[in-house]
């Protein structure tokens, strides 16, 4: 089965860094889009950031300039660098990411991780 495993949440101080860890794993052909999610208690969850198999990266606005998305394809492995972070950031941290299983498999599919607790505060 695919399992994605979130890492690096932590609690850190308005204007800090938190860099988040995402790995794939089981039976994976290839991952065409790699992402991250976020959702505080109450509310829907927001799209953060993607990074496809182009290499193309897309942000949400509330933290362009901030945060950054990179992928190490060969580990199945992408990151989040959250840098000058707000309290307004404090969220459950989710990874995604579309893929396939195998080669001829019809369609790729979304898979989540369980989340990762980011909290920013003083």
């Known amino acids: 089965q695919v399992q994605l495993v979130e890492s690096g949440g932590d609690l850190v101080q308005p204007g800090g860094s938190l860099r988040l860890s995402c790995v794939a794993s089981g039976s994976i052909f290839g991952i065409y889009s790699m992402r991250w999610y976020r959702q505080v208690p109450g509310k829907q969850r927001d799209f953060v950031a993607v990074i496809t198999n182009l290499n193309v990266t897309d942000y949400a606005d509330s933290v362009k300039g901030r945060f950054t998305i990179s992928k190490d394809s060969a580990k199945n492995m992408w990151f989040l660098q959250m840098n000058k972070l707000k309290s307004e950031d404090t969220a459950v941290y989710y990874c995604?990411?579309?893929?396939?299983?195998?080669?001829?498999?019809?369609?790729?599919?979304?898979?989540w991780g369980q989340g990762t607790q980011v909290t920013v505060s003083s």
């Open positions: 995604g990411a579309d893929l396939k299983r195998w080669m001829g498999e019809p369609d790729a599919h979304s898979y």
